[in-house]
Each structure stands twice: as structure tokens, then as C-alpha cells.
């Protein structure tokens, strides 16, 4: 069975703090992972994927990748209002038959 | 950017009824899927679709579900006999290739589906 777990949250983080979000998973197949964005009632917006371990930066946000630990974390620089949403971790082992988390929901307080 | 659209926005349904849900893919991606997220559940995946095929499912895309690409635009997700527990959020996505690659893999913006 394969799984990824993501704490549900909310994290609440002030304006301008990082956030991070954090994701483990259990099938060692796995060998990429995406991080989505959801606004409530709308649909994942793709934010960063990594496949190789190690760090990957675009703009505000880094992903982590550990796959001996098999953690995935993703770090938001300079949170602003508008990053509130739910952060979907997801996972993928050769194909976009993707296994998702439950979301973490985060909230960033002016 | 392209858009994966999807028709119609919110379907209502009686239980045990018939229905499609509509998707119009990115224009030149070749695989297609369907998702669904269930209130307050995980984005779950349904199927993926290939060259008029079935390329993988997963086990709740069971006998009562069926795609199709109709014609040259759209591909379709068909509910046969709607149960409560369908209730869901409905997401089709398309991509150019099939293995994981450094191209997104867009989502439509959903289809509503209450079962009632």
C-alpha cells in the first residue's frame, strides 16, 4: 500500500516567516515528488517537483528531497497572505499515476 | 497557458443515474487521467488513458466507470449507475509524455459530482 503522509496542520506562520511542510512516504519505488498548491474548491496547482535528493530552489520556494529517509519537505520563504492554502504532497513511481497526501493546510497571518 | 477544461462545473444526480463527465484535454498531450478528491479526502487517482486505451487503474475504478475519447477533443469519464459514495470532486489532466518528466501535469478545474 502505498502512502504519503503529510501532518494536516494548520500551521499558521506570521507574514514574511518561512513555512515548512513537511511529507513522508512509504513505497521506495517512488521516484518523484511534486508539491501542489489547493485553494478551497479549486484545483492542485503544481508548485515544485524533485526527483533527484538534495535541494531544488525556484523563486520563494526550496524543495527537499531524502529518499534514504524518504522525506520530502518544501520550504516557503517570505510567506505571504496569498500562500495560504492546502500543500498536497505527491509521489510517483515512473508513471503520473500519482499517490497524494491528505494536504497540509497553511495559514499566513498579516 | 493551456487550459484542461472540463464541462460541467457542478452535475447533480439522482442515485443509480447515468453520468459523463466532460473534459476537453491540452491540445497536443496524448495521455490523459482522470482524479477525484472526495470532501476533505486525499486527491486520489482514478485511470490513466493512451492512444484509445487504458494504461492503468487503480481499484476504485471498477466496472461501474469507463472512459473514452470520443472524438479528436474530448475524453470522458462515465459513472453508470451513481452510488452516494461517488460524491466527489472530479479532476481530468492531461500530459504530453507518459513517464514522469519535467512537465507539469495539468489539472482541469473540476467537476462537481453530488450524488443524491
Known amino acids: 500500500q502505498k502512502e504519503v503522509e503529510q501532518n494536516s496542520g494548520p500551521l499558521s506562520v506570521p507574514e514574511g516567516a518561512i513555512a515548512s511542510l513537511n511529507c513522508t512516504y512509504s513505497d521506495r519505488g517512488s521516484q518523484s515528488f511534486f508539491w501542489y498548491r489547493q485553494y478551497s474548491g479549486k484545483s492542485p496547482e503544481l508548485i515544485m517537483f524533485i526527483y533527484s535528493n538534495g535541494d531544488k530552489e525556484d523563486g520563494r520556494f526550496t524543495a527537499q528531497l531524502n529518499k534514504a529517509s524518504q522525506y520530502v519537505s518544501l520550504l516557503i520563504r517570505d510567506s505571504q497572505p496569498s500562500d495560504s492554502a492546502t500543500y498536497l504532497c505527491a509521489g510517483g513511481a515512473g508513471s503520473y499515476q500519482l499517490t497524494f497526501g491528505k494536504g497540509t493546510k497553511l495559514s499566513v497571518i498579516p | 497557458e493551456p487550459e484542461v477544461t472540463q464541462t460541467p462545473s457542478h452535475q447533480v444526480t439522482q442515485m443509480g443515474q447515468e453520468v459523463i463527465l466532460r473534459c476537453v484535454p491540452i491540445s497536443n498531450h496524448l495521455y490523459f487521467y482522470w482524479y477525484r478528491q472526495i470532501l476533505g479526502q486525499k486527491v486520489e487517482f482514478l485511470v490513466s488513458f493512451y492512444n484509445n486505451e487504458i494504461s492503468e487503474k487503480s481499484e476504485i475504478f471498477d466496472d461501474q466507470f469507463s472512459v473514452e475519447r470520443p472524438d479528436g477533443s474530448n475524453f470522458t469519464l462515465k459513472i453508470r449507475s451513481t452510488k452516494l459514495e461517488d460524491s466527489a470532486m472530479y479532476f481530468c489532466?492531461?500530459?504530453?509524455?507518459?513517464?514522469?518528466?519535467?512537465?507539469?501535469?495539468?489539472f482541469g478545474s473540476g467537476t462537481q459530482l453530488s450524488v443524491l
Open positions: 489532466a492531461s500530459t504530453r509524455l507518459a513517464g514522469l518528466t519535467n512537465e507539469k501535469l495539468f
